[in-house]
């Protein structure tokens, strides 16, 4: 069982910054995939970012090049989320995602962790509001 806990979420200014936390426990063994999703009440979760355990990482479309959100991570598989210039669009509670993945075959490139729906990963966070006031 992984459990995920989110933290850093709150309200700031439009123009100002957040960086998020997933504390990530339990197995999930040598291969996986940790992402960043977002949803506001009455929509769908969106995906935000997707890194594989190789840390090979891809942005959904809705934040990529505008070079405001940037993920890491850390040997203690934290997940990071850095948000900058803060829009109210950003307003939403955001998620942290894992899912196991198959063991990569020496020489095989990460697979199995890019943009997509909410179902294809199992294990979810219980969310971190974050609140962009104009």
């Known amino acids: 069982q992984v459990h995920l806990v989110e933290s850093g979420g709150g309200s700031v200014q439009a123009g100002g910054s957040l960086t998020l936390s997933c504390v990530a426990s339990?197995?999930?063994?040598?291969?996986?995939?940790m992402a960043w999703f977002r949803q506001v009440a009455g929509k769908e979760r969106e995906g935000v970012a997707y890194?594989?355990?190789?840390?090979?990482?891809?942005y959904a479309d809705s934040v990529k090049g505008q070079g405001r959100f940037t993920v890491s991570r850390d040997v203690a598989n934290t997940l990071y989320l850095q948000m900058n210039s803060l829009k109210p669009e950003d307003s939403a509670t955001y998620y942290c995602?894992?899912?196991?993945?198959?063991?990569?075959?020496?020489?095989?490139?990460?697979?199995?962790?890019?943009?997509?729906?909410?179902?294809?990963?199992?294990?979810w966070g219980q969310g971190t509001q974050v609140t962009v006031s104009s």
């Open positions: 995602a894992a899912e196991p993945l198959p063991e990569l075959l020496d020489g095989e490139p990460p697979s199995g962790c890019s943009p997509g729906p909410a179902s294809e990963l199992r294990y």
């Open positions: 890194m594989h355990s190789t840390g090979s990482l891809k």
């Open positions: 339990g197995y999930m063994g040598s291969t996986y995939c």
